[in-house]
T-cell receptor, first 113, second 120 residues
């Protein structure tokens, strides 16, 4: 199993540009989520999904969209990039959140200038 | 609302000495508690979890954690530190929803992380 994969690993955007961060898992996990990691703030939940066709907002959803058309894929879309979205983004998945553990992807380092 | 506090941004320990990384939590119900480790330029890796039962939980790489309900703490410990233990450690908590049919109520909240440095 490849586990949780993310692309790209690095990305530089200009303010106002849009892009999609890709995330895929091959473990047949129902639960998938996106976090952003910022210095001194730990990880904050952006959006999550409990299954194909079901998504919900996390702690910091503004400026981001998600969709879950298949069990395997959970892309994160930045609609109009802002410097405040400069961060490291992690995708994660699990069979069921309460049961744990959660498996994390390697991360995408995004810089918005 | 649930929250997690890691009071120390940085912990330095000499190799071979015991180590403790502190975590306290706040939830209104019963917590599920986790420790994750992050090595440089990597995603988070699961170390251990407390769901119920024995207050002392053993995990990967010789780590253990003690759940203390009265002090609302879940400190990470290891009897003898290795240089390879140097990493960023995150504590996390889930507050379970009473509405078990609503899966989406169980959201993981992370602490701000503690950087552990083991000095040779």
């Amino acid at each position: 199993n490849a586990g949780v994969t993310q692309t790209p690993k690095f990305q530089v955007l200009k303010t106002g540009q849009s892009m999609t961060l890709q995330c895929a898992q091959d473990m047949n996990h129902e639960y998938m989520s996106w976090y952003r990691q910022d210095p001194g703030m730990g990880l904050r939940l952006i959006h999550y999904s409990v299954g194909a066709g079901i998504t919900d907002q996390g702690e910091v959803p503004n400026g981001y969209n998600v969709s879950r058309s298949t069990t395997e894929d959970f892309p994160l879309r930045l609609l109009s990039a802002a410097p405040s979205q400069t961060s490291v983004y992690f995708c994660a998945s699990s069979y069921g959140l309460a049961g744990g553990p959660i498996y994390f992807g390697p991360g995408t380092r995004l810089t918005v200038t | 609302a649930q929250s997690v506090a890691q009071p120390e941004d940085q912990v330095n320990v000499a190799e071979g000495n015991p180590l403790t990384v502190k975590c306290t939590y706040s939830v209104s119900g019963n917590p599920y508690l986790f420790w994750y480790v992050q090595y440089p330029n990597r995603g988070l890796q699961f170390l251990l979890k407390y769901i119920t039962g024995d207050n002392l939980v053993k995990g990967s790489y010789g780590f253990e954690a003690e759940f203390n309900k009265s002090q609302t703490s879940f400190h990470l410990k290891k009897p003898s530190a290795l240089v390879s233990d140097s990493a960023l450690y995150f504590c996390a908590v889930i507050q379970l929803s009473r509405r078990v049919s609503n899966f989406g109520n169980e959201k993981l909240t992370f602490g701000t992380g503690t950087r552990l440095t083991i000095i040779p």
